[in-house]
């Protein structure tokens, strides 16, 4: 019952025949270029920071929160790419998905920073709040001016919307995981 369509085997042949292009690409334009060591140094140096400033105390807390944003930032990044409402003229790795540097490395260190300064209260929704603002309408223009970053059917305001939303789901579940392991041990 073809009705028209390619099947399955027709995908995934167009799928191989992308993925040389991509990767003839990724290794004649953007493997060693300078872009590629400013995504590299982003992929490494912001956990030795973070690894200074966190609150060494709260440090398994931390690291789920952390953990669970960048599980949400690639959940959405693959979503996004593959829906073409961004995508990435460059990569740290060819074979990884999206923005390798910013999903596991810029988004959870930052905001797991914020968290282990202000982890309850005003100053948590307040660092939250001023951490997506600064990201969504300073970090993202910033990779968009570098070019790391296109965006075709996304807002830098959905970009907020994520910050806020992942944010406030990862420390619910933090909070709730925390709850069941006191009331289990």
Not at 17 to 35: R, V
Not at 43 to 55: E, G, N, Q, R
Not at 94 to 104: G, I, R, S
Not at 108 to 128: D, E, K
């Amino acid at each position: 019952m073809n009705q028209g369509y390619p099947s399955y085997e027709q995908v995934q042949q167009t799928k191989e025949i992308l993925q040389n292009i991509a990767y003839q690409h990724w290794i004649s334009d953007e493997f060693l270029s300078w872009k590629w060591w400013l995504l590299l140094v982003l992929a490494i140096v912001p956990w030795f920071i973070w690894w200074k400033l966190v609150d060494k105390k709260r440090l398994p807390q931390i690291l789920i929160y952390g953990m669970l944003l960048a599980m949400m930032a690639i959940v959405l990044d693959s979503i996004g790419t593959e829906l073409l409402w961004w995508s990435y003229p460059d990569k740290l790795i060819q074979t990884m998905p999206p923005l390798l540097p910013a999903d596991l490395t810029l988004v959870p260190t930052l905001f797991m920073l914020v968290y282990s300064f202000f982890p309850t209260g005003r100053g948590y929704f307040n660092g939250m709040l001023g951490m997506s603002l600064f990201s969504a309408f300073v970090g993202e223009p910033l990779f968009i001016w570098l070019d790391f970053y296109r965006l075709h059917e996304w807002h830098l305001v959905y970009s907020l919307f994520f910050y806020l939303s992942s944010n406030a789901i990862a420390r619910w579940l933090v909070d709730r995981i925390y709850e069941v392991s006191k009331k289990a041990a």
